[in-house]
């Protein structure tokens, strides 16, 4: 006689089908974001820390952000700033701005929490705040090697360079999204408005 369906340790509809008891194996998470290490839930009732796992992805955020932040370095130093002064100005504002995205991402536990995988995670992610001022600190350097060219000239240099690059940043972030139809249209008028007002700016501060 068979008996597996009067044993309580094994469900009656397992043993007419002949298939084993047990539980079943948790799938995989396949979206990029998950649990990993030991946030995975156990049979335990201590709360564990989760870890967040994501895609690597260029934060096209931080890069729009970086380069706006740049011009407004260049405007408000004004046009007496020697090149050399105002590359150093637009590096440490980058710097220090990017330090301070690491340090509310890693507050705010977006990569993870305080631990050192998720704080290299965040610099990664936020670098693009820090790179942007790159560019037009290399074109104040460059302007002030040129003979002939006033300081002026060169503040003017590094603002069109930072324009140019919230421009083109723009225009990724938007072919990254993926847009189309009206929805693409504001978006690249915006970004295109966003350009004109940074140039009204320094037309209506100048030199000071």
Known sequence: MNH???????????????????????????????????????????????VVRRRGEQNYTAAVYGSVLAASVVISAGDLRAPLVLAVLLISSGLVFWISHVYA??????????????????????????????????????????????IAEGVW??????????????????RNAKLSGPALTRTMLLNVFVGLVIVALKLAIPGH
Do not use: K, N
């Open 157 to 174: 240099a590094a603002l069109i360079v930072a324009v140019a690059e919230q421009q083109l940043w723009g225009y990724a972030a938007v």
């Open 105 to 150: 991402a890693t507050v705010s536990s977006v990569h993870g929490g305080w631990h050192y995988g998720a704080i290299r995670r965040a610099m990664a992610h936020e670098w693009p705040v820090a790179f942007a001022a790159v560019p037009p600190a290399i074109a104040a350097l460059v302007c002030g090697l040129v003979p002939g060219l006033t």
């Open 4 to 50: 597996a369906g009067s044993d309580p340790a094994v469900p009656a509809d397992h043993a007419d089908s002949g298939e084993p008891a047990g539980p079943t194996e948790p799938t995989e998470p396949t979206d990029g974001v998950g649990i990993v290490g030991d946030a995975a839930p156990t049979g335990h009732s201590h709360p564990t820390r989760p």
